[in-house]
Structures are given as C-alpha cells and as structure tokens.
C-alpha cells in the first residue's frame, strides 16, 4: 500500500482536514501519479456539502496535473517522471460500446470516478486529487502538452472538456455564433474555446461590470441578461447557446435567443429542478440539451486543440493549506475564475 497526504472532511460540511490514508499499488495497466496541481470545482463544493455520511471521509478533487511516480508491469504510454494530466475518471469496464468509442463517461457498467466511487479492483471508495498522489488507469492519464502551464491545464480535465464536448458537438465555427451564459469556471473557458473555434461569441451575463473582461477572453459581444430590453433584441440571434450556471434560472429567454433549430446546452447543474414552458422549444424547433465530461477520445482532443491555441484557465493558485479558504470563496462566487490548489509538498 502507498502511504499518501490529503485533505478530507470528516462529515457532510466539515471543514477539510489534513488526513492521512492508504491507496492501494497500482495494478499492471494502471499509472501512480505524483499531484502538482488540483483544481477546486463547484461539483467538489456540492459533494462536501451534500455527501452521503456513508461518503466519509471524503477527498475531493479531479481536476489533477502531475508526475508519474510510478507504473504498473504492463504499462506501455508512460515512464516515471511524464507529466501528465487527469480527470474526474480513472476506469470503466472498457468493453461496452461507449467505451469502444472513446466516450467513456456513458459506460454502461458505469465509471470509476476519481472520488466517490466503488474501486472494482478492492472494493475500497476512490479518494480524489486533494492529495498527494493517485492510482490511475493508464488509459484515463494524459500527457501533459508542452507549452501548457500546469496550473493554468488542471481545470481543463473538467470545465474545459465539459464546454468542449458540446461545442464540437452542435458546431461551434466560422460562420455560426455561439452564446454563454455565465462566466466563472466553466464558462470563461467556453467563451475562449468557441472564439478559438471561430464562432461569433455572445457572452450572457448578470454583472456590466464585465464587459471588458468578458471581451478580453474572447466575447465579440456581451448581453446583460437582467436587462429585458438588451435580450428582446437577442431574439434568433444564436445557433448554441452553452449554459454554465449552477443556479436556478429561467431557460425562456435563452431559448427565444436560439435560432430555428438552435440548441441550448446545459452543462451547469442548479440544485433546484429547472422549469420550460413547452411552447418556447416548440415555437422554432429549438431542442434542449445536455452535456457532462467527456471520454478519451474527446478529451485528448481538447488538450490538443489547447495547445495549438494556447488555452488555459484563468487561476487563482493556493497552496494546499488554504483549501477551506478557497472553499469558502468560491461558495461567495469570489474567484476569478478558477482556484488551484498547489500540492507540492
């Protein structure tokens, strides 16, 4: 067993702690890595705060960059010392269709995910990157792309393939235009993966005050959504419409934003159940969607169009001690727009 450092609540809202635990050595496929970088998610905050008291304790993370440490007798994809990167799945069955086609995250015997899961190997929960080090199937690492800074790639192992997903999906590129609504985590790193991509941009948001930002990261235009006269005249304007807010809020004024067959995609995930009225998807032929994560295949697409086009998220880096603090800012909506926790050491 491996000896490793992490930081783990005790119990549904417990404040993080340090702890330490056992993870087990890795099988023959599987890769040992050493953690740098982890980023904190709002899915992190939402797992703290509403676990399962059968759930602790609890170490969250999955947002992780860092060294291999170690790897098992049949790996062939890496050696020690390869920096690399992981999200929030270290295994599937591998065998189920999903799987076969690289989109992993729809495995029908369903994920290993990188906390809160079952280990199919010892039966033992999985326990995340707010640690020291992890055990990964070598399948789900990926190299880490030279001329990505490493804190700045940890949040694209989960908002960045999370936005990525849909916007290659329905088509974000020259000639269409893309709308985000939101912009913290998630959405900043979608409004720079759709500029990269071509589209005309439209950033959504609730703060005027972010307009020039909002344009820095990319936006070609920016709507202030509380404004009912400034999203009348958004009516058909959009092909995509990507929805990063966690919060409950109406759908109908982004829908009456989509063009004739537009799509609005919701990757943001409200605690409260979220109300349509039927006909603004009717009127249009407008369909609402979903996404979440993403599979081998689409991830490793993502890294790859990143480093081409030099995208990465805006972080705020802590070192590990200061995760309650990033915790609790985050839960206030005051970072900008990703915290990262530095684990070294």
Not at 4 to 26: D, I, T, Y
Not at 294 to 306: A, P, S, V, Y
Not at 311 to 339: C, K, M, S, W
Request: proline share 5%; net charge negative; glycine share 12%.
């Amino acid at each position: 067993m491996r000896k490793v450092n992490g930081w783990a609540a005790q119990a549904p809202g417990a404040a993080l702690e340090r702890w330490e635990f056992e993870r087990r050595e890795p099988q023959a496929r599987e890769v040992a890595v050493r953690i740098r970088y982890c980023g904190v998610c709002a899915s992190d905050l939402s797992a703290l705060r509403h676990g399962a008291p059968a759930a602790y304790p609890l170490v969250p993370g999955h947002e992780i960059v860092g060294e291999v440490s170690a790897v098992g007798t049949e790996v062939s994809r890496f050696a020690v010392g390869d920096q690399v990167a992981v999200g929030n799945i270290i295994d599937s069955c591998r065998k189920c269709a999903p799987c076969m086609a690289g989109r992993e995250n729809w495995c029908e015997r369903g994920v290993t995910l990188t906390y809160g899961s079952t280990d199919p190997v010892d039966g033992a929960r999985t326990q995340g990157g707010y640690a020291s080090e992890h055990v990964v199937n070598e399948r789900f690492v990926y190299p880490l792309p030279d001329g990505l800074d490493p804190a700045g790639a940890a949040p694209l192992m989960c908002a960045g393939v999370t936005t990525w997903v849909p916007l290659r999906r329905w088509g974000a590129a020259p000639g269409r235009t893309v709308g985000i609504v939101g912009m913290g985590g998630l959405g900043h790193i979608a409004l720079k993966l759709a500029h990269a991509m071509g589209a005309e941009t439209v950033q959504f948001t609730t703060s005027a005050t972010k307009s020039t930002e909002a344009r820095r990261l990319g936006a070609d235009d920016v709507v202030l959504s509380s404004d009912e006269r400034e999203m009348a005249a958004q009516a058909g304007r959009c092909d995509l419409i990507i929805d990063t807010v966690g919060a409950p809020h109406a759908l109908e004024p982004y829908l009456t934003a989509l063009a004739v067959d537009g799509t609005l995609c919701l990757v943001g995930i409200p605690e409260q159940d979220l109300r349509v009225d039927p006909l603004s998807l009717i009127v249009g032929a407008k369909n609402l969607a979903g996404a979440g994560s993403g599979g081998t295949g689409e991830t490793q697409e993502m890294l790859d169009f990143c480093v081409r086009h030099g995208i990465t998220a805006e972080t705020e880096v802590l070192p590990a001690h200061q995760v309650n603090t990033g915790l609790a800012r985050l839960a206030r909506n005051d970072v900008r727009y990703r915290f990262v926790l530095e684990l070294d050491g």
